[in-house]
């Protein structure tokens, strides 16, 4: 419907893995953005107010904002991300 799985077969497998590496450890708005606020999404989850929480949805933020870099970073994407986070890992 939303076109996601045809796009998805454009790029290698390994995309999502390439794109994180490459951007691991540099610094923008975005990103200091994003570090202000990991604390601040559900700051009493059991999973996700964790170290390990925090890495896996910083991952997935820093990410996106260097993917698109148009949109970036917003405060919502943190929530939506958390959502994704939250099936993948917790179901």
């Given at each position: 419907v939303s076109g996601a799985a045809k796009k998805r077969e454009t790029v290698p497998e390994s995309y999502y893995r390439d794109l994180t590496q490459a951007v691991e450890g540099r610094i923008t708005a975005a990103t200091r953005q994003i570090d202000h606020d990991l604390a601040r999404t559900f700051?009493?989850?059991?999973?996700?107010?964790?170290?390990?929480?925090?890495?896996?949805?910083?991952?997935?933020?820093?990410?996106?904002?260097?993917?698109?870099?148009?949109?970036?970073?917003?405060?919502?994407s943190?929530?939506?991300?958390?959502?994704?986070?939250?099936?993948?890992?917790?179901?």
């Open positions: 700051p009493s989850h059991p999973w996700l107010d964790t170290p390990a929480g925090h890495v896996a949805l910083r991952r997935v933020l820093v990410g996106y904002s260097f993917r698109d870099s148009y949109v970036g970073y917003c405060q919502v943190s929530v939506s991300s958390s959502s994704y986070l939250f099936r993948k890992f917790l179901c």
